[in-house]
């Protein structure tokens, strides 16, 4: 039996944002979205709500995380850490 997979090109993209995946059109990371509706435990209504978006978009960011979890966990711990650093090159005490 073959797995059905759904397109969510229409919603998601990857060009900006050195390759992390967010809303199509827009500057919304799929991991904030995900990240932050677990966290507070929105719902998707309240999450589409908070991040004026569409329950489509919120609900596509959900499935494509959940079908490439790993991929935008690293992604994720990759950029935080980069802006760690950032942050220390740039917050040094003289």
């Known amino acids: 039996m073959a797995v059905a997979t759904i397109d969510l090109t229409k919603y998601i993209e990857t060009r900006l944002f050195g390759d992390r995946p967010h809303i199509r059109g827009r500057r919304i990371p799929v991991a904030t979205v995900v990240y932050n509706t677990h966290e507070h435990q929105w719902h ?51």
């Open 44 to 94: 998707v209504t309240e999450t589409a709500h908070n991040f004026g978006l569409s329950e489509a978009e919120v609900l596509s960011a959900l499935l494509y995380y959940a079908e490439n979890k790993t991929l935008i966990d690293a992604q994720e711990a990759t950029y935080q850490a980069d802006l760690d650093v950032d942050y220390e090159k740039h917050n040094v005490d003289d």
